[in-house]
């Protein structure tokens, strides 16, 4: 059985009020304040009855869901069970005697200082008091350290932890056992190509060496180390893929080293590649 119902579609756009000293101090949607007025033409749409019931019942559940009190429920469990993670904040943390962009660091850090010691914020679901939101924060300190911040910013985060340097080890499990590994990203992306790409124990192992080789005598960038490593060590295969005639290529720990031996003994070129 075919039933018709009719559907609502509004393709009318939203509008906001204007107006008080900024944006969010006022949002107020036009189509709340005037409902009749952006509804839109219905028009029939034909459904076979179960594919009607369910528009039909997600319709009416619509209806039941009082969204204000889900705002004020959402808002409540922001305040008191909030976590808010703020990366890299080493970014914003002036070097000592520095000068010109460290001034443009601290008014960064002064102007997030009052979020995390507690204030009011406007939100477009409403108020939000931080005073009981746990704040987190985590940077790399390469170039500077967590005393460059300003007093007033270290004293909001009392707790410091060290992270210890990735080790060959963690980077064996980084390409193997994520469902998103580099290894099973480019196995994917080549065979796209029609290409079949193994890599074996040995070779996981020395892609997982080389990287933490070249994290210790440069930067350490961490996991980020493999994205360059593994790029350079496929980059004739990618490039010669589309004409290659076999279906089938084994990297092993041979293949490994003649990709990528010589780049990572000579320390500057290893700065530049990887």
């Not at 500077?144 to 060290?162: A, C, H, N, T, Y």
């Not at 990709?259 to 070129?269: C, F, G």
Request: net charge negative; no cysteine; proline share 4%.
């Amino acid at each position: 059985r075919v039933v018709e119902i009719e559907v609502r579609e509004s393709s009318a756009p939203s509008f906001d009020i204007i107006a008080g000293a900024s944006v969010e101090e006022l949002d107020i949607k036009m189509k709340e304040m005037l409902p009749g007025l952006f509804q839109g033409r219905g028009r029939r749409r034909r459904f076979r009855v179960p594919e009607a019931l369910e528009q039909l019942v997600r319709e009416e559940e619509q209806k039941l869901v009082d969204m204000e009190s889900v705002a004020r429920t959402a808002i409540e469990r922001v305040e008191q069970a909030g976590i808010i993670f703020i990366d890299e904040i080493d970014k914003i943390a002036g070097r000592e005697g520095g000068q010109g962009p460290d001034v443009s660091r601290e008014g960064v850090q002064r102007d997030i200082l009052p979020i995390i010691e507690g204030t009011t914020v406007n939100t477009k679901h409403g108020m939000v008091r931080t005073d009981h939101i746990l704040f987190v924060a985590a940077g790399a300190f390469h170039l500077s350290k967590p005393s460059d911040l300003i007093p007033e910013l270290q004293g909001r985060f009392p707790i410091r932890v060290e992270l210890d340097a990735l080790e060959t080890g963690d980077f064996v499990r980084i390409l193997t056992e994520p469902k998103g590994a580099l290894v099973t990203q480019y196995r994917a992306l080549m065979a796209t190509e029609g290409l079949d790409i193994i890599f074996d124990d040995s070779a996981i192992n020395r892609i997982a060496e080389f990287a933490s080789l070249v994290n210790e005598r440069s930067e350490n960038i961490g996991a980020r180390r493999l994205h360059t490593v593994m790029e350079k060590l496929l980059d004739d295969i990618s490039f010669e893929a589309p004409d290659m005639t076999e279906s089938k290529v084994v990297i092993d720990a041979t293949y490994v080293d003649r990709m990528l031996s010589e780049i990572v003994k000579n320390e500057d070129l290893a700065r530049y590649i990887l």
